[in-house]
């Protein structure tokens, strides 16, 4: 127990912590308040729910950097732990003869266990993160690409800087604690319940009972009294995460894909800005993200563009976020403009424009993080309101406009795909009752790769009986290569036509073959009145295999075949399964990449890439992608996206390795070759 005059002296200390800490936070609050659309808190128990099992499960961190995740989660139990412990050690300084959470029995002996070992888990961890700073290959985990924006402080060492001060806290309070224990194991002469405070209580051996008296005061204060004078500090460092990662959580804006964006309302004439420019331009959630990011850099391990050399880097995005908003605390929250325009100082105009949107560094975000948004809103203000924009775009944007494809090709050349089928391919116009409407998409009417796709799939629907149409004219581009590039007045004016249309269809159901298409169908037209049942031909043809109704392809014994993940059929609309199935009926032998699934490494097409020169790098993100399929052994690429094929096909040119083919491509290869091969039959590669 403390004396009183401790009592008195730890209480004032408490309280003045309590109140810096306080007031650090309100100001952390105050500025996260600046920014738009409000923190989402729809259905609080499922939110609470999820909270609470992404705190303490941290199975996104334990996705990849096993030792460092695995030590990490040790930390993360015994912080969460040392709650209880805290609050038990308080009372027992200031109750006489008080023992938490009882003197003897089970329960306190469950206590002094779980407070033992998850002491060591702490302090193991602890000096794990310390030591991997210093260690190859550990310490280039936490390293930026030299040509990345990182903001100056970042650059010089902030960031290592606060993570010691951190990990010194860490093993005061902690290590303070537990020698308390073997201080108290070695007076008491052992306890089972205490295994590693036993085997430290030697060290305390000869102390007599005036210096364990001295040193049991000291151990109390440095484990106490380390929290107060260390919490103030906390919201000025990254380890708010500490606070703001389940608070993140907690709020994440609603999408009903990873990768759908928040709609503009262009009908608020007040509105002088859209998308962001500067700090208070972003949602509230993005920047409640600049505060939870604990600055691990998974998100850039992850990422595309920083793996082939160029200029982006989500995790330095959020970090610049980060010392952005510390360089101007008290002024932002006190309502002051911020200081710079977010490009050029969170992220440079290079890399800007590398974001293929593949979602990978929202997906493996342990806290929730979802950096690809705010690249997206900053392209809107660049597009929108500076009309600052890779000039490649320019013809796409044009093609949109005036043709409703980003070709630029004639309307009245969207069903050229089908010229020379001799089977019918009815426009809904000459079958209105249709159970299935394929929305072929802009590839496939004006790529002649994509639409031999397209023939593969009618020729499956026919084959499996399936009363089908096609939408023909009356479709325009979805707009995903407008929206991804910023333009979202162009995104909304063709949704919204293409949502009439659909509407007046009212299709029973949808199939696409791109899955962007997909994306805007499904995930982002229901911010305009378009809420319809959209599957992608894989699902499809996984069903109609199921169903026994689609004719056995040719059996391809010994071929291995490998099925690369687009990024907008898999990470942003989950689906993994159907392709995989679909293309068991070849019974060759399926082979995984290294990424694959919600791990799969982007084709490099997204976010409007396709239509523009990539930004400077050591290789294309094609390039990469196609070394790692053929380095899989596979002879067949599958995928299931006209954009993947061409990037990839590209990237393979005429050198040897792997094929690339559509799923539907490789199940109707054994049906008869029954067109005039107008479109190109033959094969790329
Ligand atoms: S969306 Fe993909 S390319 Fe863009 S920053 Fe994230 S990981 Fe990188
Ligand atoms: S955004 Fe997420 S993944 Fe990226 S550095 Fe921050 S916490 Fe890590």
């Not at 009183?4 to 309590?18: D, I, K, N, R, Y």
């Not at 050690?89 to 306190?108: I, N």
């Not at 590398?354 to 203000?381: K, Y």
Request: net charge negative.
């Amino acid at each position: 127990m403390l004396t009183a005059g401790e009592q008195v002296l730890f209480l004032v200390l408490a309280l003045l912590s309590a109140a810096a800490t306080l007031a650090g936070l309100c100001d952390m609050w105050r500025i996260v308040r600046r920014g738009e659309r409000e923190l989402a808190l729809d259905g609080l128990a499922s939110r609470l729910r999820d909270t609470l099992t992404a705190s303490l499960l941290q199975r996104k961190t334990l996705r990849m950097r096993k030792l460092t995740s695995w030590l990490h989660l040790g930390v993360v139990w015994g912080f969460s732990f040392y709650a209880l412990v805290n609050l038990g050690d308080l009372l027992e300084g200031y109750v006489p003869g008080y023992h938490f959470p009882a003197r003897e029995g089970l329960l306190a002996e469950l206590y002094r266990l779980a407070a033992d070992l998850l002491s060591v888990a702490v302090l193991v961890g602890v000096l794990w993160f310390v030591l991997r700073r210093a260690l190859r290959p550990w310490r280039a985990e936490l390293q930026f690409p030299s040509n990345v924006l990182l903001h100056p402080k970042a650059r010089a060492g902030a960031i290592s800087r606060d993570s010691r001060i951190v990990a010194g806290f860490i093993l005061l309070h902690v290590g303070a604690r537990f020698l308390g224990d073997a201080l108290a194991v070695a007076g008491e002469g052992g306890d089972l319940a205490r295994p590693f405070a036993s085997l430290a209580a030697p060290l305390f051996a000869g102390v007599d009972a005036r210096g364990g008296e001295l040193l049991r005061h000291l151990f109390w204060w440095l484990a106490l009294g380390s929290i107060a004078l260390f919490t103030p500090w906390f919201p000025q460092s990254k380890h708010a995460h500490l606070f703001m990662a389940p608070l993140n959580f907690l709020t994440r804006p609603q999408r009903r894909s990873p990768g759908a964006l928040a709609p503009l309302d262009f009908g608020d004439e007040s509105r002088e800005q859209f998308g962001a420019a500067k700090l208070e331009h972003l949602d509230q959630s993005q920047l409640l993200d600049a505060f939870a990011c604990i600055q691990c850099n998974r998100c850039q391990d992850v990422c595309p563009a920083t793996t082939t050399g160029k200029e982006l880097s989500p995790a330095a995005l959020e970090i610049n976020k980060r010392y952005e908003i510390g360089g101007q605390f008290v002024a932002l929250a006190a309502g002051a403009e911020s200081e710079r325009p977010l490009l050029g100082s969170v992220i440079s105009e290079s890399a800007l424009w590398a974001c293929t949107s593949c979602g990978a560094c929202t997906d493996i975000c342990p806290v929730g993080n979802e950096p690809m948004h705010d690249i997206l809103e900053i392209r809107r203000d660049q597009v929108l309101m500076e009309g600052n924009f890779p000039a490649e775009l320019q013809a796409a944007f044009n093609g949109m406009e005036r043709q409703g494809n980003p070709w630029g090709a004639a309307r009245d050349e969207r069903m050229r795909w089908a010229r020379g089928l001799d089977i019918p391919v009815p426009t809904v116009e000459e079958n209105p009752g249709c159970e299935l409407l394929y929305w072929t998409g802009c590839a496939v009417s004006h790529d002649p790769r994509a639409a031999l796709t397209a023939r593969a799939l009618v020729k499956l629907l026919h084959a499996a009986g399936v009363n089908y149409a096609v939408t023909g004219e009356r479709e325009n581009c979805s707009g995903d290569v407008a929206r991804r590039a910023g333009n979202e007045y162009l995104y909304e004016e063709l949704a919204r036509g293409n949502v009439e249309t659909l509407n007046e269809l009212a299709p029973a159901r949808i199939v696409v073959t791109c899955p962007h298409c997909l994306h805007n169908l499904d995930s982002e037209y229901p911010q305009f009145g378009g809420d319809y049942e959209v599957v992608h031909h894989t699902q499809l043809l996984d069903e109609l295999g199921a169903e026994g109704r689609l004719p056995q392809p040719p059996a391809r014994p010994g071929a291995r075949i490998t099925f690369h993940d687009p990024c907008y059929l898999g990470r942003h609309n989950g689906v993994f399964d159907s392709p995989r199935r679909a293309l068991g009926s070849l019974q060759g032998e399926m082979v995984e990449m290294p990424r694959h699934r919600s791990d799969s490494f982007c084709c490099g097409a997204g976010g409007a890439q396709f239509w523009k020169e990539e930004e400077a790098g050591s290789r294309t993100v094609g390039a990469e992608r196609y070394a790692e399929a053929a380095a899989s052994g596979a002879d067949i690429v599958a995928t299931g996206c006209p954009f993947c094929l061409q990037m990839l096909e590209s990237s393979k040119g005429d050198g040897v390795g792997p094929v690339l083919r559509d799923v539907a491509e490789l199940l109707a290869e054994g049906l008869p070759a029954d067109d005039s091969g107008q479109e190109g039959s033959a094969h790329a590669g």
